[in-house]
């Protein structure tokens, strides 16, 4: 390798970190959550979905006692199949908690997050029409973000370096809002991780893992829509971790992807 292309190396590499970087402390800034349980179509609970009213507090402080499992031993969440496509984004979903939920994954796992252009397309094909900021704020964030990284406000990435986001589990929960009914509106934490390929197949050395993000959804007679209506009713949940009883008890579940 001669000089000149080592050089383009090293600083594509450096792209790639600060991206990374910048995106784990633009992100993970978006999160909230509120509490309740997860049932599948028929109305019954559904495997490996725990209820959860408020975070469970530590051992040794007062509160409940807390059991062994945890969400690497619980039975994993299966993704509901979307059926349909618009606008860069899967749809389809059907009414219950596990196909909010599902939304929500798929979402977040295709969303451009760092190309304003095509996000704003996908946003507007998933948001509620009561929510008529929602799309311009998000947009507008992911332009910030791309300033902050010395990219131009608007536009697309470099077509040789590409983002894989991964959902590892999940905490999705119900929100009893003002003239809602109840189970028509939703509050889903995400855990994951984003890895990025660099030119010519370079790998991330230095992946994000396990950041947080949190989206409401409500549904509207046809489809899950992202809003932001129902934001005051958010908090927060016990972190996500794989062995962590409390995790587990307040309601994290590992996600298992659609065949």
């Given at each position: 390798m001669d000089s000149t292309s080592g050089l383009k190396a090293r600083r594509a590499r450096f792209v790639l970190v600060a991206i990374v970087?910048?995106?784990?402390?633009?992100?993970?800034?978006?999160g909230f959550t509120v509490?309740?349980?997860?049932?599948?179509?028929?109305?019954?609970?559904?495997a490996g979905i725990s209820p959860s009213a408020s975070?469970?507090?530590?051992?040794?402080?007062?509160?409940?006692?807390?059991?062994?499992?945890?969400?690497?031993?619980?039975?994993?969440?299966?993704?509901?199949?979307?059926t349909g496509q618009k606008d860069?984004?899967?749809?389809?979903?059907?009414?219950?908690?596990?196909?909010?939920?599902?939304?929500?994954?798929y979402f977040w796992e295709e969303f451009?997050?760092?190309?304003?252009?095509?996000?704003?397309?996908?946003?507007?094909?998933?948001?509620?029409?009561?929510?008529?900021?929602?799309?311009?704020?998000?947009?507008?964030?992911?332009?910030?973000m791309r300033e902050a990284l010395g990219l131009p406000p608007s536009g697309g990435i470099s077509a040789d370096i590409s983002f894989t986001?991964?959902?590892?589990?999940?905490?999705?929960?119900?929100?009893?809002?003002?003239?809602?009914?109840?189970?028509?509106?939703?509050q889903v934490w995400l855990s994951y991780d984003r890895y990025a390929t660099g030119p010519k197949g370079g790998r991330d050395e230095n992946p994000l893992r396990g950041d947080m993000v949190d989206f409401i959804v409500k549904w509207d007679g046809a489809a899950w829509k992202f809003t932001d209506e129902f934001d005051s009713l958010r908090t927060f949940p016990v972190a996500y971790e794989p062995t962590s009883p409390y995790a587990w008890a307040d309601g994290w579940v590992q996600v298992r992807h659609a065949d």
């Open positions: 970087v910048a995106v784990a402390a633009l992100l993970v800034v978006g509490a309740n349980l997860m049932r599948d179509d028929k109305g019954k609970p559904q975070a469970p507090a530590p051992a040794g402080t007062g509160g409940s006692a807390v059991g062994t499992m945890t969400p690497e031993k619980g039975k994993k969440i299966t993704l509901r199949k979307p860069g984004v899967v749809t389809g979903f059907p009414k219950s908690p596990s196909g909010g939920l599902s939304a929500v994954v451009a997050w760092l190309d304003d252009e095509k996000a704003r397309q996908q946003l507007t094909a998933v948001t509620s029409k009561d929510a008529p900021g929602y799309v311009d704020k998000r947009v507008s964030d992911i332009r910030a986001t991964a959902v590892q589990a999940a905490r999705a929960t119900t929100i009893q809002a003002p003239g809602m009914p109840a189970g028509y509106v939703m």
